[in-house]
């Protein structure tokens, strides 16, 4: 997941939300990076987790993940996958808030796994061509660039239908609001002369 750490708030910590039943849960297995009275960072890993990864496509997790279901065999080859050294490595960097570029070099059968929350608002291009995205089990991004060899992808967030249409309404009400403004005045005033 390329995480590199995880906060913890224990019974006494600042934080209004306990995200763990067991706040001690890593004590002890992770390593203490920060204290502050109950709240506590914990290092994850030794060496920064890269956000892009390239794996074979069949190490992808599909299939419905919850619960009362998982499928900790997908998870397993997903992981060792994410620690396979014969894959090309990915050089991902953040431009921008809504905008990364990824670096890398491809082969048949082989995805980007994007530790990145999948929104239908990101798009994508692999060396200037559209890339279809979609979503893993896991709720990340996973791209089918059509490279072989070196290829380049932008990731782009665009906002998607939600932004598109919330752009809309602001700029209707945008407009609509001084012309309620003045009618309003004008029916007021209306109203005191009767």
């Known amino acids: 997941y390329a995480v590199d750490a995880v ?11 306990k995200d763990f039943r067991d706040p001690a849960k890593f004590a002890g297995l992770l390593p203490e990076l920060w204290r502050s009275g109950d709240d506590v960072i914990y290092g994850v890993s030794g060496r920064p987790a890269p956000l892009a990864r390239v794996v074979r496509s069949s190490d992808v997790v ?11 065999k997908a ?5 060792d996958a994410l620690s396979d050294t014969s894959l090309p490595r990915a050089r991902f ?36 061509k559209p890339c279809p995205i979609r979503r893993d089990a ?9 490279c072989h060899g070196p290829c380049s992808v932008r990731l782009t967030y665009t906002g998607g239908l939600e932004a598109l249409v ?3 309404l602001s700029g209707l009400a945008f407009l609509i609001g001084p012309v309620w403004l003045v009618w309003s005045r004008k029916r007021s005033a209306t109203r005191r002369r009767v």
């Open 7 to 17: 906060a913890v708030s224990g019974a006494g910590g600042r934080d209004l939300i």
């Open 62 to 72: 599909r299939g419905p993940l919850h619960h009362r279901y998982l499928d900790t």
């Open 75 to 79: 998870l397993k080859r997903f992981d």
């Open 93 to 128: 960097t953040w431009k921008s808030p809504g905008e990364a570029t990824i670096n890398t070099n491809f082969e048949s059968g082989q995805v980007l796994s994007i530790a990145v929350t999948y929104d239908r608002g990101w798009r994508a291009t692999a060396n200037g």
């Open 138 to 146: 896991l709720g990340l991004m996973v791209l089918r660039p059509a």
């Open 166 to 168: 919330t752009r809309l």
